[in-house]
């Protein structure tokens, strides 16, 4: 009787224990590689790798020095600061200083001729691993690692312009958000949270917001507010979302801890709003039948200023073919020029530009406004049929 007749386990062979053994080694392979690749796991490969390169580099430059030049040895260098801890690069700096000794000796003084190792290549070799090393211990003391910190930078843009999106609205309803950080950078202290609130999602609350300061400086501190301006909308009554703003910002005790803020709380059935602002610029309504732009002004101060502060809305309604425009300051202030007469330029561009489509109005109107200007750039744009 056989072995599978008699219920018998089946027959450890040896190609049995070798895929076994080929499966466990291909898991600890790949976990290895994604570790490393999160900056979870040891340098130790990157290392070796290194490592090795040193004495194959200086090899190649013994048999051929034109071709491969004593200055070859940066590159393991420079790969090493982009991929080592501070204590494995210093290793790996001194195997390439004994590598350029041995070449020194072996190559000869530097003044026979081309190919040799001269003070200019030891200076060098010298700046490119002060540099990576300086760079090295700034990544450790942050604590991302080169191979993760540039996709959290990016997966944190992105989530920035996803909370940016306004929300699908409703058949004669059109919306559009146009965001240009200062000096062509990623990120802006210039943000806007938008969310469809009350009884069956009838009614539209977008924030715009201002930072402090400018691109990459006041990134940091718009990604926090946006996510914290996110998280309060919607959730309080509209009275009451400046007045939590305002006291999120004062228990941050951020040396620059301020910042502007328009609230808009929009009812989509009968087109009436309301604003809500926070030391922000005046909202622009373009009433159709009487065919111009009327500034809307709220009252209140700026957030972070001071407890107990107070907000005065201001109510208007949306007519069939009316436009509500909304901006930061970057849109209509610039050296020299007064913010009325930036407003005003604004209003008559936007007049320009309303007959045209409606998609691509707002970017329309940063490239034609305020397309050199060094300051973060928001425009957010409500259009009634």
């Known amino acids: ?164 999106q306004i929300p699908a609205l409703p058949d004669g309803w059109h919306a559009e958000m146009a965001l240009r950080p200062a000096g062509g950078q990623s990120f802006s202290g210039d943000f806007l949270v938008a969310a469809r609130t009350g009884d069956g999602s009838r009614v539209l609350e977008a924030v715009l917001a201002d930072v402090s300061g400018k691109g990459m400086d006041a990134g940091s501190r718009a990604l926090l507010l946006s996510g914290a301006f996110g998280g309060l909308l919607g959730s309080l009554p509209p009275h009451d979302f400046l007045p939590a703003a305002n006291g999120y910002l004062l228990r941050q005790e951020w040396d620059e801890g301020f910042a502007s803020a328009v609230h808009l709380v929009l009812d989509l059935d009968t087109g009436e709003y309301e604003l809500l602002s926070a030391g922000h610029l005046p909202g622009m309504q373009r009433c159709m039948g009487k065919g111009h732009w009327e500034t809307k002004e709220a009252e209140g101060p700026l957030l972070g200023i001071f407890e107990g502060a107070k907000f005065t809305g201001l109510r208007g309604r949306l ?41 691509g109005t707002a970017w329309r109107l940063i490239e034609t406004v305020a397309k050199d200007l060094n300051d973060d750039r928001a425009l957010l744009l409500i259009w009634r049929e």
């Open 1 to 164: 009787m056989t072995d599978g007749a008699s219920g018998a386990p089946p027959r450890d062979t040896k190609s049995a224990r070798g895929r076994r053994a080929l499966y466990r080694a291909r898991r600890r392979l790949r976990r290895s590689a994604v570790d490393y690749f999160r900056g979870d796991a040891s340098d130790w490969f990157a290392f070796g790798v290194l490592f090795l390169l040193v004495p194959l580099i200086t090899a190649v430059t013994l048999l051929d020095s034109i071709w491969c030049p004593p200055t070859a040895l940066v590159l393991p260098v420079l790969a090493g600061a982009l991929l080592l801890r501070p204590s494995s690069l210093v290793l790996l700096y001194a195997a390439a200083a004994s590598a350029l000794a041995v070449e020194a000796a072996m190559l000869g003084p530097y003044h026979l001729g081309p190919g040799r190792v001269t003070p200019g290549s030891v200076l060098v070799v010298g700046a490119v691993g002060a540099g990576g090393l300086l760079v090295a211990q700034l990544r450790s003391r942050v604590g991302v690692p080169w191979r993760g910190g540039g996709t959290m930078l990016f997966d944190l843009r992105e989530r920035l312009k996803v909370q940016s």
């Open 319 to 359: 007519e069939r073919g009316d436009v509500l425009m909304l901006c930061t300051d970057g849109m209509v202030e610039a050296p020299g020029r007064d913010l009325s007469e930036g407003m005003d330029r604004l209003m008559g561009e936007a007049d320009r530009l309303i007959g045209s489509p409606f998609v």
